[in-house]
């Protein structure tokens, strides 16, 4: 990626749906060669897909909070696939540190929330133990 590249992606994540002439003007390029780049980055993965930001609260999840968990990482590909096909988890990472997995999760309400923590998560075989910290308030940073 060069600086043109960097400069259709920074357009593209402030707005999704900006159409390739808005996209050229931020990147300071031809119509033409915007949608060449475009094509590209989206050929090499580099732009893996377009999507909607929304907001939890008026989407009904109004109580969130990062599920650190440690686990039982041979175990890693199983755990993959049973964390992607719960609802309430909107982002998942296998991480370094002081634990190996950390969820963002979205719930209903916080009984929702306290069924996914206290039940759904430690029912898992390979989750060995789970720390909460509730969400007050969050912003992306872009």
Known sequence: ??????????????????????????????????????????????ITGFTAKVNPRLSGRGSSAYVTMRVEQASWHELRDRLAAIPEVEHFALVGGDFDVILLVRARDNEDLRRLVLETLPGIPSVRDTKTSLIFEDHDAR
Request: net charge negative; proline share 0%; hydrophobic share 45%.
């Open 1 to 46: 990626m060069d600086e043109i590249d960097s400069r259709i992606v920074e357009a593209l994540r402030a707005d999704g749906r900006a159409s390739i002439t808005a996209v050229a003007e931020a990147a300071h390029v031809s119509r033409a060669n915007a949608y060449t780049r475009l094509s590209r980055l989206l050929d090499d993965g580099v």
